[in-house]
């Protein structure tokens, strides 16, 4: 997974897979892109900043529970 912030544009991405995609705008200026198995690609939003309140909300990221568990044996 990729997250990455683009202040030129004011704009945050979240890649959770690479390739070839089609966008679907969820709302103006969210964006879902799905792969082509019709799985959940990225999301893009525009005019970050402005929805999340400040910068410093973009500068944070905590990360829980990420990845698969290990098996129960």
Not at 42 to 48: K, M, S
């Given at each position: ?42 999301v ?30």
């Amino acid at each position: 997974m990729r997250i990455a912030y683009d202040a030129n544009v004011d704009a945050l991405s979240i890649v959770f897979r690479e390739g070839t995609v089609t966008t679907k705008e969820l709302g103006e200026g969210i964006a879902l892109e799905y792969a082509v198995d019709g799985r959940l690609a990225g999301v893009e939003i525009l005019d970050a900043v402005k929805r999340f309140g400040d910068a410093g909300t973009l500068r944070q990221i905590i990360l829980e529970g990420v990845g698969p568990e290990a098996p129960v044996r």
